[in-house]
């Protein structure tokens, strides 16, 4: 007797897959907002751990949607390429950091500071990122947000231990930070007011 096979609809496999890995992703950010949380609040004893959580869960979550929205592929550094030669038009480093830092304002943070960081400004090596303090927190005690890093997948670090951005390196760590504030973005994170403020930077070199 011919054994009878079920037939299987490739695309039903496919969706199955591509479901399974979706949930994979976002159970690394679950792991990811939960750390970055507890991170923000244990800044200092004065932030607000429902703060830093909220916060944490937005910067994740605006990262991915930015990603889909810029329409990311492969890795950062092939979505410049594609800018660049006019096939997508955002998905720079300042952008992420630009509309990050635009839907954080909402927030109205009150015992957590959002500031701009800059590595290298000006070079063609130019990053920019996000930076939370507490309140009357030096900058470089702070903690990165980086969502163009990885491709949307939120990166954060504390400023001093992120290794990739590090000045004099030769072998191993230098621990010299190439991160600096530009005033002129943190003022406008700061700014909570409703504004036509236009930025003046809209892209960076990365």
């Given at each position: 007797?011919?054994?009878?096979?079920?037939?299987?609809?490739?695309?039903?496999?496919?969706?199955?897959a591509?479901?399974?890995?979706?949930?994979?992703?976002?159970?690394?950010?679950?792991?990811s907002?939960?750390?970055?949380?507890?991170?923000?609040?244990?800044?200092?004893?004065?932030?607000n751990?429902?703060?830093?959580?909220?916060?944490?869960v937005?910067a994740?979550?605006?990262?991915?949607?930015?990603?889909?929205?810029?329409?990311?592929?492969l890795?950062?550094?092939?979505?410049?390429?594609?800018?660049?030669?006019g096939?997508?038009?955002?998905?720079?480093?300042?952008?992420?950091?630009?509309?990050?830092?635009?839907?954080?304002?909402?927030?109205?943070?009150?015992?957590?500071?959002?500031?701009?960081g800059?590595?290298?400004?000006?070079?063609?090596?130019?990053?920019?990122?996000?930076?939370?303090?507490?309140?009357?927190?030096?900058?470089?005690?702070g903690?990165?947000?980086?969502?163009?890093?990885?491709?949307?997948?939120?990166?954060?670090?504390?400023?001093?231990?992120?290794?990739?951005?590090?000045?004099?390196?030769?072998?191993g760590?230098?621990?010299?930070?190439?991160?600096?504030?530009n005033?002129?973005?943190?003022?406008?994170?700061?700014?909570?007011?409703?504004?036509?403020?236009?930025?003046?930077?809209?892209?960076a070199?990365?």
């Amino acid at each position: 007797m011919p054994t009878k096979f079920l037939k299987v609809n490739p695309k039903v496999v496919f969706i199955f897959a591509f479901t399974i890995c979706i949930g994979a992703v976002w159970g690394r950010d679950e792991r990811s907002i939960k750390d970055l949380g507890e991170a923000l609040a244990a800044l200092a004893p004065d932030v607000n751990p429902g703060e830093a959580e909220l916060l944490s869960v937005t910067a994740h979550t605006t990262s991915r949607s930015l990603a889909r929205e810029y329409r990311i592929v492969l890795n950062p550094e092939f979505q410049n390429f594609l800018i660049n030669i006019g096939l997508r038009q955002r998905g720079y480093c300042a952008h992420f950091a630009r509309d990050i830092g635009t839907r954080l304002k909402t927030l109205k943070l009150k015992t957590l500071v959002l500031h701009w960081g800059a590595a290298y400004e000006g070079t063609s090596g130019e990053d920019n990122c996000l930076v939370v303090t507490a309140r009357n927190q030096p900058f470089q005690e702070g903690i990165i947000l980086d969502g163009w890093r990885r491709a949307g997948r939120l990166f954060w670090s504390a400023v001093r231990e992120d290794h990739e951005y590090e000045v004099e390196q030769h072998y191993g760590h230098s621990g010299i930070t190439a991160w600096k504030e530009n005033v002129h973005e943190t003022a406008w994170l700061q700014d909570y007011r409703p504004s036509e403020r236009k930025p003046k930077r809209t892209a960076a070199p990365h």
